[in-house]
């Protein structure tokens, strides 16, 4: 009776997973939409604010800085909707992916941002960013935005980089 009920219960969590798998695959065809076009698009504007960062001449604390209209130059003047969108769409990743993930190395680890944004541009002018060719796993490791400056523009930021890149951008 026992062996039967276990056999049963694992032949379920295998259909179960069969069944996760082709919704995850599902899931990255239908991302690859006007949705993960959507976070592409934000993801080029990250880019551009990481370049013109890393073309500064003088360096300062994230609370310092004086950059106005971010969240508009990032999201554009629909900035709740697009943020909503992303927040959805990273949620149904997010949802589909174990909760403990393996990352082979190389790998960037990055933990404590406290939505300093830019500290995260920094970190990816120093140490290469999840558009680079060829890059590394990403995993953003808890304390997104619980004090800071920019706290919507770092949660925007990590949410549209998750749906551009689902397998290589981890928020666990």
């Not at 190389?106 to 290469?128: K, N």
Request: glycine share 6%; net charge negative.
């Amino acid at each position: 009776g026992r062996l039967l009920h276990l056999h049963e219960s694992l032949a379920t969590v295998g259909h179960m997973y069969i069944g996760r798998s082709r919704a995850k695959q599902s899931l990255n065809d239908r991302t690859r939409t006007p949705l993960r076009s959507r976070a592409q698009r934000i993801v080029d504007r990250v880019r551009a604010l990481a370049e013109r960062l890393g073309e500064e001449s003088a360096d300062c604390l994230d609370s310092e800085w004086a950059e106005e209209g971010l969240l508009e130059e990032l999201f554009t003047t629909e900035c709740a909707d697009i943020l909503m969108v992303a927040a959805k769409m990273a949620t149904k990743l997010l949802s589909m992916q174990p909760t403990v993930v393996e990352s082979s190395a190389p790998c960037r680890v990055f933990g404590d941002i406290h939505g300093q944004l830019r500290d995260v541009l920094m970190f990816f002018r120093a140490y290469g960013a999840p558009w680079d060719e060829d890059a590394p796993s990403f995993v953003f490791n808890g304390d997104f935005v619980d004090r800071g400056k920019h706290q919507l523009e770092v949660i925007g930021v990590l949410f549209a980089l998750k749906v551009a890149y689902p397998h290589r951008v981890w928020l666990p």
